[in-house]
């Protein structure tokens, strides 16, 4: 399955690589946590319209492809550039189904995708509501999770437009993990609650990890 410009995702890459290193660099960590083949689901926490850039720039043995909100469709030229790198549109709080089916073709075409489970960007202090799109498509593809933990992103251009001058981004890759291997209980209830319980504790574990200062989720105890 064709989707974007591979040349165009490399020209992109390019130039968000050189844009990091003048606004204080990048560091990735355990990148190779992203399986090298096959369809995968990236879940990162979303702080920045720099998040999915500083994805691209770390997981460079796999071209990542993502769902978009439909908003960014409306300037025809970056709606133009974006599918070339590889996103698709997606009407939120819909329950798009065609944009949810095609992201299930691309999956299953070995595809890496790229889902924010918290759906928009937050403020960086904690973790947002967690939506059900990665889980259901977790559970519908048997294919692996892999939560991502970021810092930085949130202070070189955060969601209410307060930029810091230099910042450092670290992404941090956690383990991958399936739907089959947290649903182990009769109750889908309890298996649906496992699953987002594993994402969400994954996510903040790996953020702090990266120098995010995340406040505990309500059943931490705070050192």
Known sequence: MKVGSKVVYRIAVSFFDLTFLFTGGITSRNSENVPRHGGVIICPIHLSSLDPPALACTMRHRRLLAMA???LWKNRI???IIRQIGAFPIRRGEGDREAIRYAQLLLEAGN???MFPEGTRGSGRNLQ??????????KKTGLPVVPVGISGTQRLLP???VKAARQRIV???GHPF???ELATSDSEKENRARFMTHLRQSIHDLCVEAGLELEPL???VPA
């Not at 509501?129 to 977790?138: E, L, N, R, W």
């Open 159 to 161: 969601k209410d437009g």
């Open 112 to 114: 890496p995708l790229l």
């Open 78 to 80: 970056f709606g133009w």
């Open 218 to 220: 309500p059943n931490e």
């Open 178 to 180: 399936t739907w089959a």
């Open 129 to 138: 509501a967690f939506a059900s799109g990665p889980m259901i498509m977790a």
């Open 171 to 173: 992404v941090n890759y």
């Open 69 to 71: 909100k439909e908003e």
